[in-house]
């Protein structure tokens, strides 16, 4: 028979939430998806530079769960597409997938739900400004991707990250998809030559926190333009730009 006693040492061993499960659970809410595993969720924050510095630790990176977020991802966007837009064709697909999938707008995402203050990383890339950079914001959320996947199934997926990309979908479903630079030189270069450019990093300057990259876009050997930005992809895209003014008004899309 359990006495007093025994109820009271029974209280005092029960596990109390600690700061983290309740950070979890507040990023849970944020997320809005509650984890049944809440480890997945837990292996999904940690950044392999975290490893690095603590190579004892007996816990996994979240670089498979994003390798699985990202072709899950890929999957829920394209039968999104192909489903709300028939009569388009596999090149506008193509590229409105991609616009929806690529790192910018997970980091996007990521941003608005404070995903990087969850983030375990080494102290190094912290001190880096690691919480704020885009690549790893992007790939922390397909590795939470991954996680809800392994949780809840294609079905729970599905419901999270056409929840998170809504906006975006509306915006393509009234606005339809202005096309950028990068696709209109390549459509011009293929009709015109039947070549397609390619970009070429020439130049990196600043610290990694501050990093400016200058990219050159290439037709065979010939520097058709050179562009810089704050990343490749914003370089890539100023000198695509640049190309596109030096060429002919009739060979442009």
Not at 226 to 245: I, P, Y
Request: charged letters at 30%; glycine letters at 8%.
């Amino acid at each position: 028979m359990t006495g007093p006693e025994d109820s009271a040492a029974a209280v005092q061993e029960r596990p109390k939430a600690t700061g983290r499960s309740r950070r979890l659970d507040a990023l849970q809410r944020r997320l809005g998806y509650e984890f049944q595993q809440p480890a997945l969720l837990r292996q999904a924050l940690v950044h392999r530079s975290y490893l690095n510095e603590n190579p004892e630790e007996p816990q996994e990176s979240n670089e498979r769960l994003e390798f699985l977020g990202d072709a899950i991802l890929d999957a829920v966007v394209s039968r999104r597409l192909f489903d709300d837009y028939p009569g388009a064709g596999e090149g506008w697909l193509t590229e409105v997938r991609s616009r929806l999938v690529r790192n910018e707008t997970l980091a996007d995402l990521a941003q608005a739900s404070d995903l990087g203050r969850w983030v375990v990383m080494g102290r190094g890339v912290e001190g880096q400004s690691g919480r704020e950079r885009p690549a790893i914001l992007g790939r922390t959320f397909e590795a939470v991707i991954g996680a809800v996947y392994l949780d809840g199934g294609m079905r729970a997926a599905q419901r999270f990250i056409l929840r998170c990309l809504e906006p975006a979908l509306a915006e393509i479903a009234v606005a339809g998809l202005e096309r950028d630079p990068k696709s209109l030189l390549q459509q011009a270069c293929q009709a015109q030559w039947h070549l397609t450019p390619r970009y070429e990093v020439v130049e990196e300057r600043g610290p990694a926190h501050e990093r400016e990259f200058r990219v050159a876009v290439r037709l065979r050997d010939d520097v058709l333009a050179v562009g810089e930005g704050r990343s490749k992809q914003a370089a890539e895209k100023a000198a695509a730009e640049a190309a596109l003014q030096q060429l002919p008004e009739e060979i442009l899309p």
